[in-house]
C-alpha cells in the first residue's frame, strides 16, 4: 500500500529552462509516498517521459570533474574485474562513461536527441531510444548477449521498473553483470535533502527496496559500494541468482542492516523526514529574508534540478536570489523552471557581483569551494540547507 508523507507543492518540469519567461507554465502537484510493501519511495504523479527526456534535455554528466573522474575510476575497476566484452550503457547522456570503453565494445542507449548526438558523432554505437523490451529484443539480434549493463541516475527516471529489469534480464548473458547507479534514500533522509525529489526522479531507491525489486527476477545484489556523488549514491553490483561463481559481499548485508536501523522500512521514519523538511524550508527563508533586509545579494551556484525542487517549495523569488550561474550551455540565459530567476553564465569575475552563493549544486560543494577560493578570500559566503540550512 503506498502512504503519502509529504507534499513538495506544485512543480514546473525540472529540466525545463525557458528561454522567455513565462507565469503560466504547466505545475504538476509533487507528493511522496511510501510503499509499506515492497518499501519503494515514489513521486505520485507520473509525467510522459517524452515530455521531459526529449532533444533539448540539459543535463551533461560531464559538466563536473567530480562526475567525470567518477565514470573514469568505474571505467578501470570494470575492466580490472570483469572484463567484458560487451558493454551496454542504459542513459548514456553525453557519453562520460562510454568514452572511457573501446568503442567496438561499447553501445549507449539514450533517448534525448541531443545528447545521444554527442556520443553518436564521436563514433560510439548510440541508439536514441527509451530503455525497453522491444529494444532489448532489437539488440539481442544484432549484437548478441550482453556480458556488462551499467545505468547511472536513469532508472529512477522509468515508471515501469518491471518492463526495465524484464529487459535487462532477457539482454544480459548468464554470468553477466548488472551495475546500477543511483542516489541513497539513506544519505537522501539523513542530510534531509528533499531536493533529490522531482518530477523526474520517480523513485528513490534504498538497498532494501533494489533487494525487494530485484527478487522477482532472479537477480541478486552482490556488492555494494557508497558514493558521494550526488550527494551521496548507492553502486549496487547484481548478478543472476543462477550465476554461483561470484560471493556475496558482506557489505550488502551491512547496508540493509544500517537502513534498518535508520528505520527505512517502516513508514513513521518519513513522517519525521516530512516534518523536518517543512522546518527546513521555514529556516531557509528566514536566512534568505535576513540577507535581503541587510541589502545582501545572492547568487545561486549551480542551475540544478534540486535547485527547482527548493526555489518552488519554498516560493523562493527573485527579490531574494537574484540569479543563477552555470556552465551548462543549455542553460545559460534562460530562466529556472517555475520562477522569473535568470542563469548567467559562469565567469571567474562574476561573483564578485555577489556577497552569498546559494549552494544549488550542494552535492559539488569541495569542487566549487576549490574553485572560489578567491570569493572565499574576500569574504564571500557560502549558504546551504544540507543538512539543515545554514551560512557557511
Ligand atoms: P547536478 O547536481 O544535477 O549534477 O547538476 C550540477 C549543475 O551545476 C550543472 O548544471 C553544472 C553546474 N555546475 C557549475 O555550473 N559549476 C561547477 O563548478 C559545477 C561543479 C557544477
Not at 507565469?23 to 504538476?28: A, D, F, G, S
Not at 523526474?200 to 557508497?226: G, P
Not at 523562493?316 to 553564465?345: A, C, S, V
Request: aromatic share 12%; hydrophobic share 35%; charged share 25%.
Amino acid at each position: 500500500m503506498n502512504k503519502y508523507f509529504l507534499d513538495l507543492g506544485k512543480q514546473p518540469l525540472a529540466n525545463n529552462y525557458l528561454k522567455i519567461y513565462s507565469n503560466v507554465q504547466i505545475k504538476y502537484h509533487l507528493k511522496l509516498f511510501f510503499n509499506t510493501k515492497n518499501k519503494i519511495v515514489s513521486i505520485s504523479k507520473r509525467i510522459p517521459s517524452e515530455k521531459m527526456f526529449n532533444n533539448t534535455y540539459p543535463y551533461r554528466s560531464s559538466m563536473s570533474k567530480t562526475m567525470k573522474n567518477s565514470f573514469f575510476k568505474l571505467s578501470l575497476e570494470i575492466k580490472k574485474k570483469f572484463n567484458p566484452k560487451k558493454i551496454l550503457e542504459i542513459g548514456s547522456n553525453d557519453g562520460a562513461l562510454i568514452k572511457n570503453f573501446d568503442k567496438k565494445k561499447v553501445i549507449g542507449i539514450e533517448p534525448c536527441n541531443n545528447l545521444a548526438k554527442i556520443t553518436l558523432k564521436k563514433g560510439f554505437i548510440t541508439y536514441n531510444k527509451y530503455w525497453n523490451y522491444k529494444l532489448a529484443q532489437k539488440l539481442k539480434r544484432k549484437h548478441g548477449n550482453i556480458d556488462l549493463i551499467y545505468s547511472a541516475n536513469t532508472l529512477t527516471h522509468i515508471s515501469n521498473l518491471n518492463d526495465v529489469f524484464r529487459s535487462i534480464s532477457y539482454l544480459l548473458s548468464k554470468k553477466g553483470i548488472l551495475i546500477i547507479e543511483d542516489p541513497s534514500l539513506l544519505e537522501c533522509m539523513k542530510k534531509n535533502s528533499y531536493d533529490q525529489f522531482y518530477n523526474e526522479h520517480i523513485y528513490l531507491f534504498s538497498a532494501i527496496s533494489v533487494k525487494n525489486l530485484l527478487n522477482k527476477f532472479n537477480f541478486e545484489i552482490f556488492d555494494i559500494k557508497n558514493l558521494s556523488t550526488h550527494g551521496g549514491s548507492i553502486r549496487y553490483y547484481i548478478k543472476k541468482k543462477s550465476n554461483k561463481n561470484l560471493k556475496i559481499n558482506n557489505n550488502v548485508k551491512k547496508q540493509i542492516q544500517n537502513e534498518i536501523k535508520y528505520g527505512l522500512h517502516k513508514f513513521k521514519t518519513y513522517k519525521k523526514f516530512s516534518n523536518n523538511v517543512q522546518r527546513s524550508r521555514k529556516n531557509l527563508l528566514k536566512i534568505l529574508q535576513k540577507i535581503k533586509n541587510n541589502g545582501k545579494k545572492i547568487a545561486g551556484y549551480g542551475a540544478t534540478a534540486k535547485a527547482v525542487t527548493i526555489l518552488n517549495y519554498c516560493n523562493i523569488n527573485k527579490d531574494l536570489i537574484q540569479n543563477f550561474i552555470d556552465i551548462t550551455p543549455e542553460k545559460i540565459n534562460r530562466y529556472m523552471p517555475g520562477k522569473k530567476i535568470k542563469i548567467l553564465k559562469y565567469n571567474r569575475n562574476i561573483l564578485n557581483n555577489y556577497d552569498y552563493i546559494f549552494l544549488g549544486a550542494w552535492n559539488f560543494k569541495e569542487e566549487i569551494f576549490n574553485k572560489e577560493k578567491k570569493f572565499i578570500k574576500r569574504g564571500g559566503k557560502f549558504i546551504t540547507h544540507i543538512p539543515q540550512p545554514k551560512i557557511i
